[in-house]
């Protein structure tokens, strides 16, 4: 199973999208769930690969893309930082 398979298959990566998807929901933001983590992922590996970047670096920007948003489950505005504490370990632990 390729890396950014094992990224959207994890149920803890999911649950994060499902919370910050319910927060932002609450707050009258457009949907960011799986649908947005997935255009955004698939948006940034597309990208990347017009620009020539080898597959493992269009792999990673998949991935940045589809779990961009996480953070939201906790803070809005540091959203990105939050989700970059929050994911670390998870994407350790796949490797």
Not at 5 to 22: F, P, Q, Y
Not at 39 to 45: D, F, M, P, Q, S
């Amino acid at each position: 199973m390729e890396y950014k398979d094992k990224v959207v298959a994890s149920a803890e990566l999911r649950e994060l999208i499902d919370n910050s998807e319910r927060c932002l929901a609450a707050m009258s933001y457009t949907e960011h769930g799986y649908r947005h983590a997935n255009y955004v992922a698939a948006t940034a590996h597309r990208i990347l690969k017009s620009l020539g970047y080898d597959e493992k670096t269009c792999d990673l920007g998949f991935i940045a893309g589809y779990l961009h948003d996480v953070g939201n489950c906790v803070n809005r505005y540091t959203h990105g930082i939050t989700g970059a504490i929050l994911v670390y370990p998870i994407l350790k632990e796949l490797g």
